[in-house]
């Protein structure tokens, strides 16, 4: 969901952030890897991405990172964002009508939300990745909302509220 957007915006970085590596985790069909590789191939950051595959522990790969893109164009609810909040992560998102993403990151707050694709992405990676006090309060910030908005017990409270005002 959005690789391509992610490879193209690490290809704008090459020269400002040449040590910056994109880590993509999940499965997806062979044809689709192949061309996300050949991709990388042609915009010359083949060394720079890192194709995992299906990944046990998704907290394995947020703790080993400094920010969680979402490039999807259409994630409903992205609790694999939430995850990665929960891991002290910054998120840079997209913020489409279509997304949720919106709903969960603060722009500024807890990272950045980017509307015009690849080349405000890469502006947006940037930012938060040549600035370890950016990392750091997005991060921090990004928990504190993660933690008190989407977790477990604020859910089974919401849900217990709407039940007892169902039941007066």
């Given amino acids: 969901k959005g690789q391509e957007v ?3 915006a690490l290809s704008y970085l090459k020269e400002s952030l040449p040590g910056v590596r994109l880590i993509l985790a999940g499965g997806g069909k062979a044809k689709y890897v ?3 590789k050949e991709m990388c191939c042609k915009l010359n950051v083949e060394k720079n991405v890192v194709f995992l595959g299906m990944v046990d522990d998704p907290f394995e790969v947020y703790y080993k ?3 969680y893109l979402m490039c999807s164009s259409n994630e409903t609810f ?3 964002t939430v995850e990665a909040m929960l891991a002290k ?4 998102g997209y913020a489409s009508e279509a997304t ?6 603060i722009d500024g707050e807890t990272g ?3 509307k015009e694709g690849a080349h405000e992405l890469s502006i947006c990676m940037e930012k938060i990745m040549q600035s370890s006090e950016l990392l750091i309060k997005f991060g921090e910030n990004a928990y504190e909302r993660a933690t008190q908005k989407f ?3 604020n859910y089974a409270k919401k849900i217990e509220s709407i039940i007892q005002s169902v039941g007066s």
């Fill in 6 to 8: 992610a490879i193209e």
């Fill in 112 to 114: 950045f939300l980017y």
């Fill in 89 to 92: 992560l910054p998120v840079i």
């Fill in 65 to 67: 990172s400094d920010v």
């Fill in 78 to 80: 992205g609790r694999v």
């Fill in 151 to 153: 977790s477990v017990d």
């Fill in 34 to 36: 192949a061309y996300l």
């Fill in 100 to 105: 949720g993403t919106k709903e969960i990151v």
